[in-house]
């Protein structure tokens, strides 16, 4: 339709002239370009500039982020700029220079990073104002809100394009990925260099935790299968139900049904077009040639299809997986990538998991593969000499600038959260902190942090495995109480549930419910208010009663809320208030407070506050109650355990049953040394540490020969599981279980109910069984007194007529595999969790190396001397001797100096056409060992005086392997192997600290001459 016009109006446009109708439309584009170049951005008069906006459709009270990414079309001078007209502030860049304006003055200049513009960014705060190019924020001025839409433009010259260009209200960046699904999200995480998969076990929805994100350089080693697998089998890779139909129950990993999509539930109606009908008949034809094809008919949900098959190899048992990400080749360097180009001022966060040693790291302002910032931990063996680096770079191109650098070092096989903070909003105050766990350990100013996407680092050699990536606010929050587990399968499972489902912590008392577990210091319940029900919440109590503690009463009727102190109200409600959806009642200190959804209703300041630690509710269900604490800890072991260190042995998520390869936990293997993991949180005050767990199945046969040795320590210092108080349950073949203060009994019972299960598998009672079931295991300190309990059972108590103030927990075991599905935490203080870093580096010379072992050794050579520390308790505390592969008809004889404390606990070991030989030295006396123990060398005392061993080595193997024309010697070390006393755990010697020093170590040759390994300097 044609605009409406004036008709006097239109008659004079018809009787005008063609030519004034020319002249007058001229006049009007003339105008409207002038008002174009009115309109365009300051400074922009008499420019080449083509112009580009971008606007937001409403207000953006945070501020805004705005990105635009330029390309050069032709090789031509060109110059861009971005203008922000509502502040007047503009920015113009070219000629390897830029200059900046506000209000149409010219305000600052410099030299621009590269001689063309080839970025623009802004920032804009409620308060402030940020501009930069090419990676490096450039200019900043006090701003003032604006409540109007914001617009920005960015102009470009001839022969340079605008790429992109995009403009986000500014809010806190939210990302997470735990990696719960087997299968990788496409699009999610990009791999820029080296090999990335998505490494799972392979029954995941049985598993808390199924999956992480793996850097591989090395083959990936999977410990709970090494030794357990079934036997090879051809076939597809089912398992079929004991039912009478053929309905499948297991498919193995990375087999040719698993390939195929077969799942378990599925039935199999026919093979190869013949109809089966019970399971026998199934199994029968399932059997063939490797190689050989077949076609089954599958019903699922009650429809049927048909899938073509070729048996295979199928190995059973096998609990991981890895599904690689392409594109990927080999490099020593391994990248990728997830996020916006417009992510900026966020805590970023990934947990790590180090097998062999290489480097870790995070990637940040994240340009491009040449351009970005990275948190670089290189481990011992990248840095020669030290324990490890910390370093902070920036990237660019071919130049690595470092920010900031410091050492530290991290343990193979261990686990971390890395995480950096980036945060400011005024040029030479834009600062990143990088944290490991919760500790800050560098940090710089930096104007190049500008908005780009993160990533995950890693360096050769070995497999570096990532989990748990969040991208977040920047507070350091501590980790609260969590509500069980959150796999389905062990929630529904009769013997998981009483540790999965925290609804199982509770117990009633005729009246109302109390949770088993104490609760200490500060503390909150949170309930939904029932209708027409009396609500009751405790907390504090000292005893299971309303009475003992202090109590938020909120009756049925219309009646004031009461808050009470030991059964006495001390604070009353003026008027009824039933309109709330939600209950709380606190603790904080000395300050109880009564909330209704969230807003205070009741307070009390106690001038003597209750030190009981019990927590107790009336009128609602368990699953309904919510419990949380600064200073209680649950780990149900849904993601990476950050919060453990790893002593000693291989600690992942792994199948607890050879039987039955689906259920994985969390849990560790060791089968030949102590096998242990540390809590990074110290516990101080009463204090307590509860477990449930299980022991691995190493016997097809079920039996449990290892249902033994399961170790808690409490109270513990400087990685010493004997240091404080520890109890060892079902100790010597289970027979006994016996507490430990600082290394020395103080009680023992060999009560059965105080001992692991004894019950064979598939007893009536499952849940107490040593098959299936779990137990559940607490060491608690209050005040004087030290308590072990068994489930329920009280075990063992002492009185402790000088307590230990407080410290680490720990759980532990010797030459087992222990799986743990929950760990409990409680204390008057609980501390957020430190790392546990290397604290020696990697030695070696030509005579002696601390590479070997668990590494837990350090080495300092003074002069001509060598002084040898353990750094944990337990362990082999072995150091090499070099060469560590010799021939003894070439060098006959070993000879060294040695000076040796009570504490030190070492023999000397090597091996022989894989017969092992001991030569006792300070170890303990007629230890167990599977091979040949050689006589103690005379005289040697552990006096801390010098004292000369010599062993002649041509002597001691001629006799026992007189037709060997080498007489090869491998591994020559100094360490223990025994276990006698549990020495193996630190209990009897070798506990932090322990030290013993060597001197002059000779291989003599055959023919006298100046021998060609020896540690004299």
């Known amino acids: 339709m044609a605009p409406w016009r004036r008709p006097a109006r ?57 990105v635009a990414t330029l390309g050069q079309a032709r090789k031509v001078p060109v110059s861009a700029a971005v203008s922000l007209a509502a502040d007047g502030v503009e920015l113009r860049a070219g000629s390897g220079r830029w200059k900046a304006s506000a209000g149409g003055k010219q305000v600052a200049q410099g030299d621009l990073d590269g001689e063309d513009p080839g970025a623009f960014y802004v920032k804009r705060t409620e308060n402030a104002l940020l501009v930069g190019a090419n990676g490096r924020w450039l200019f900043g001025c006090p701003v003032t809100k604006s409540d109007a839409p914001p617009e920005v433009a960015v102009g470009a010259s001839a022969g340079l394009e605008i790429q992109s260009f995009r403009i986000v209200a500014r809010e806190q960046v939210r990302f997470a990925d735990d990696f719960p699904d087997p299968v990788p999200k496409t699009g999610t995480w990009m791999p820029v260099r080296g090999r990335w998969a998505l490494s799972s076990v392979t029954y995941f929805d049985k598993s808390a935790n199924p999956a992480e994100l793996a850097a591989i350089f090395d083959r990936l080693e999977d410990v709970a299968s090494r030794g357990r697998s079934r036997e090879y089998a051809v076939g597809i890779g089912v398992q079929l139900g004991a039912g009478l139909l053929p309905q499948i129950a297991l498919v193995a990993n990375d087999s040719p049904a698993e390939r195929a999509g077969l799942v378990e539930g599925d039935i199999i109606r026919e093979i190869d077009g013949v109809r089966v ?26 429809a049927e299809r048909k ?41 970023f966060r990934a947990a790590v998991r180090t097998q062999a040693v290489g480097a870790v790291g995070l990637v940040f302002a994240y340009l491009g593969p040449r351009d970005y910032h990275v948190f670089r931990w290189l481990s011992a063996d990248k840095v020669l000499n030290h324990r490890g680096q910390w370093l902070l770079e920036r990237v660019r191109g071919d130049r690595r600038e470092t920010l900031a650098s410091r050492d530290g070092g991290f343990h193979p096989y261990d686990f971390f959260a890395l995480a950096v903070d980036i945060e400011g909003d005024e040029p030479g105050k834009l600062k990143v902190t990088c944290y490991v766990d919760s500790e800050a350990v560098l940090s710089a100013a930096d104007d190049s942090l500008v908005p780009g996407r993160i990533g995950l680092w890693a360096e050769a ?62 503390v909150s319940v949170s309930v939904p208010v029932p209708k027409n029900q009396k609500l009751g919440l405790t907390v504090s109590a000292t005893a299971r009663g309303a009475e003992a503690g202090y109590t938020f009463i909120l009756p049925e009727d219309e009646g004031p809320a009461l808050l009470q102190r030991a059964g006495k109200t001390v604070a009353k409600e003026v008027r009824g208030n039933r309109d709330a959806k939600q209950a709380t009642l606190a603790r904080e200190g000395s300050r109880i407070l009564a909330l209704l959804d969230g807003k205070p209703c009741l307070q009390f300041t106690d001038p ?16 309904d109650v919510t419990v949380t604490s600064p200073n209680v800890f649950e780990d149900y072991f849904n993601g990476c355990p950050t919060d453990w260190h790893v002593l000693s042995g291989q600690w992942d998520v792994m199948n607890r049953w050879m039987c039955n390869p689906t259920w994985s936990f969390f849990g560790g293997r060791n089968d030949e040394g102590l096998l242990a993991i540390w809590s990074k949180r110290r516990l101080d005050g009463d204090c307590s540490v509860e477990a449930d767990a299980g022991v691995m199945m190493m016997d097809r046969s079920g039996r449990y020969d290892n249902m033994r040795d399961v170790g808690l320590s409490l109270c513990a210092e400087n990685q010493d599981l004997t240091s404080g108080y520890a109890v060892i349950f079902g100790a010597y073949q289970n027979e006994r279980t016996i507490l430990y203060r600082k290394g020395k009994q103080v009680a023992s019972t060999g009560s059965s109910k105080g001992l692991l299960p004894t019950l064979r598998a598939y007893s009536r009672d499952e849940l107490h069984s040593q098959h299936r079931g779990w137990f559940h295991l607490r060491l608690m300190k209050e005040g004087k007194s030290v308590r072990v309990y068994m489930w329920d059972y009280l075990a063992l108590t002492y009185e402790d007529p000088e307590p230990l103030p407080g410290g680490h927990a720990a759980i532990w075991s010797v030459d087992n595999g222990l799986m743990v599905a929950k760990v409990r935490l409680a ?10 870093l290397r604290a020696q580096p990697v030695f070696a010379d030509a005579v002696l190396t601390n590479d070997c072992g668990d590494g837990s050794a350090r080495i300092v050579a003074l002069g001509s001397e060598y002084e040898v520390t353990h750094m944990m308790s337990g362990g082999p505390f072995a150091v090499a001797l070099r060469p560590r592969v010799f021939s003894a008809l070439e060098y006959p004889k070993l000879t060294f100096d040695l000076k040796l404390t009570p504490e030190a606990k070492v023999d000397l070991y090597f091996t022989c056409q894989k017969t092992p030989y001991r030569l006792p030295l300070s170890g303990p006396q007629g230890a167990a060992f599977q091979g040949v123990t050689l006589p103690a060398p005379e005289g040697l005392k552990a006096d801390g005086q010098w004292h000369r061993v010599t062993v002649d080595l041509l002597v001691a193997l001629r006799e026992r392997h007189s037709g060997d024309r080498l007489l090869m010697v491998w591994e020559p070390v100094l360490a223990n192997y025994a276990n006698e006393g549990y020495l193996m755990a630190g209990f009897g010697g070798n506990g932090t600290g322990a030290t013993y020093w060597l001197r002059d170590i000779r291989f003599l040759p055959a023919v006298q001459k100046t021998p060609q390994f020896s540690s004299s300097r």
């Open 827 to 836: 204390a008057d203080r609980l501390g957020d969790p430190k790392p546990v």
């Open 608 to 623: 003597q506050p209750l030190t009981g630690a019990l927590v107790g509710a009336a009128g609602v269900l368990p699953a």
């Open 307 to 347: 899938v073509e098959l070729t048996r295979a190899v199928v190995v059973w048992g096998k609990s991981k997986r890895q599904v690689p990400l392409p594109p990927f080749c080999e490099d020593s360097v391994a990248l990728i990538t997830t996020g916006y180009d417009f992510w900026t001022d966020y805590h």
């Open 461 to 522: 050699p070995g497999v570096v495995c990532f989990d748990d990536v969040v991208v977040g606010d920047s507070a350091q929050g501590r980790t609260q109480s969590r509500r069980g587990t959150r796999n389905y399968s062990q929630l529904s499972d009769p013997t998981m549930r009483n540790w999965a489902d925290a609804s199982y912590q509770w117990e009633y008392s005729g009246i109302q419910y109390w949770h088993k577990a104490p609760f200490l210091g500060d």
């Open 10 to 66: 239109a008659a004079r446009e018809r009787r005008a002239p063609a030519v004034f109708r020319f002249v007058r439309t001229c006049l009007t584009l003339v105008i409207l370009c002038a008002g174009v170049r009115a309109g365009a951005p300051a400074g922009a008069e008499g420019d080449s500039l083509e112009w580009r906006r971008r606007s937001l459709r409403q207000a953006a009270p945070q501020g805004y982020l705005a």
């Open 277 to 302: 009908r019970s399971v026998a008949e199934a199994t029968d034809r399932l059997q063939g040639e490797a190689g050989k094809p077949l076609t089954l008919t599958v019903e699922r949900n009650a």
